[in-house]
């Protein structure tokens, strides 16, 4: 990794590899998260500073009133970190679920084409089936020939 290298990108190494951005994004989730647990401090304090703010002529609510915008947009910065660092997490997921796709890829189209194959090849002929001789049956021989209800011969239909 030269920085005087024009080519040079400080994240390519780390984007062609999956357990580099699996690390990387690790790294940026902590940082995240430690960032995360200081702005629900902030909020917190900021929330009882807001709220004990009182103006003369103040009615009981007026102070919360007042620091309700305050609280929302903190709020809305804590959920959109959240948001983030669960985005982070999935990402790693889709980049190791990315390099597995390639792996397999070749696999697969292997195994597709023997299929293709397969079904394009004109099928073995079988052996031709020797008809059924009407004397060699044995003693049951009326069971094994199929007659119709009005051709019974000398048996009862059911």
Not at 30 to 59: M, Q, S
Not at 90 to 112: P, Q
Request: net charge positive; proline share 6%; charged share 30%.
């Amino acid at each position: 990794m030269h920085s005087n290298d024009p080519n040079h990108a400080p994240l390519r190494d780390v984007a062609q590899n999956p357990e580099a951005t699996a690390r990387y994004l690790a790294d940026v989730q902590r940082v995240l998260l430690d960032i995360g647990r200081n702005l629900e401090t902030l909020a917190l304090e900021t929330r009882v500073h807001c709220r004990d703010t009182h103006v003369d002529g103040d009615r009981f609510y007026d102070a919360w009133m007042r620091a309700q915008p305050v609280e929302r947009a903190l709020k809305n910065v804590l959920k959109h970190v959240e948001d983030v660092t669960k985005g982070l997490e999935k990402s790693t997921f889709k980049r190791r679920a990315h390099d597995e796709a390639v792996a397999n890829t070749a696999k697969k189209r292997k195994e597709k084409e023997l299929e293709k194959k397969r079904k394009n090849a004109p099928p073995l002929q079988a052996a031709p089936k020797n008809p059924p001789q009407q004397g060699g049956q044995g003693q049951n021989s009326s069971y094994g020939v199929p007659t119709s209800i009005y051709d019974l011969g000398n048996r009862e239909s059911a």
